[in-house]
């Protein structure tokens, strides 16, 4: 979460800058799972540009654990369905 940390410590920082919007966006389109045109990535430094990359990245591995606790959540709902039918 350390890019998307940074990300929003500049959005804060500086709302009026380019970046700033872009950064915006990409976060909302991410998380919106709506399209984003990678062009306007190009517009940012390279500093920023790798900040989206790790961005891009943190948001698949949240992505990926966000899942892992839904499907354990469902499997501790049917273990404890499975036992109250056992006790039956």
Known sequence: MLAIKKARKMIQADPKANASHILAEFIIALENESPYQLRRLYDL??????????????????????????????????????????ET
Not at 55 to 80: F, H, P, S
């Open 45 to 86: 430094n390279g500093e920023n540009f790798k900040i989206c990359l790790a961005i891009l990245n943190e948001w698949r591995i949240d992505r990926y654990y966000a899942g892992k606790r839904k499907a354990v959540k469902v499997a501790m709902e049917l273990q404890q369905e499975e036992s109250q039918t056992q």
